[in-house]
């Protein structure tokens, strides 16, 4: 079931101004850096331990090493994968203002890329969601055959994960998306 299915979230939607002590302090970041408090964020408020979590761990993979395109482009391929409207759309955005266009992100949803850089950590991207991280020594070469260094090979595992923590968030919990609807492409 998406997102999208239905227009209540299966948890409140805590108001910023309503929050107190580290719950405000997190979403008031959130809403400066965003302009607004996407609800998302506004679901996993619930949780201070987990808004913590998530927002500290887009901080750190922000200033990362593999860009914010490339984590962008690996955003939408989970996203899509596991068929989180919410995540698909916040990304798609996202990866717009990182500078990627419309076409690569569509190709992306697919786990494709004009670039074989790219291209190579979509599809390890993919298959790690699709294995749950089951792969191989093989799969990992095929990054490095591809340029990718080993602190690149931990960050881009490390997306994965977080995505996997937002797409999960937003699907099970229907929290309704509050940005530009992209639609989902099918499974490869």
């Given at each position: ?32 850096a ?17 808004l ?7 901080g ?13 482009q ?41 670039d ?5 950590v ?37 997306h ?9 968030v ?19």
């Amino acid at each position: 079931m998406s997102a999208t299915s239905s227009s209540v979230a299966r948890v409140p939607l805590v108001d910023r101004n309503a929050a107190t002590g580290t719950v405000r302090a997190v979403l008031d970041q959130v809403h400066g850096a965003f302009g607004a408090t996407p609800n998302m964020f506004r679901a996993v408020a619930n949780s201070p331990a987990a808004l913590q979590s998530m927002w500290g761990a887009f901080g750190a993979l922000g200033g990362g090493v593999i860009g914010a395109a490339l984590g962008e482009q690996i955003a939408v391929a989970v996203a899509n994968r596991n068929a989180c409207d919410y995540c698909l759309a916040a990304h798609t955005a996202l990866g717009r203002k990182a500078g990627v266009s419309g076409e690569a992100l569509a190709a992306a949803q697919s786990g494709e890329s004009a670039d074989p850089r790219t291209a190579a950590v979509l599809r390890f991207v993919l298959q790690l969601v699709n294995e749950r991280g089951q792969v191989d020594a093989a799969d990992v070469q095929a990054l490095r055959d591809q340029g990718v260094n080993d602190e690149q090979i931990v960050e881009i595992v490390a997306h994965v994960a977080l995505n996997l923590f937002t797409n999960y968030v937003n699907v099970a919990l229907a929290v309704p998306v509050d940005f530009p609807g992209v639609k989902l492409r099918p499974a490869r």
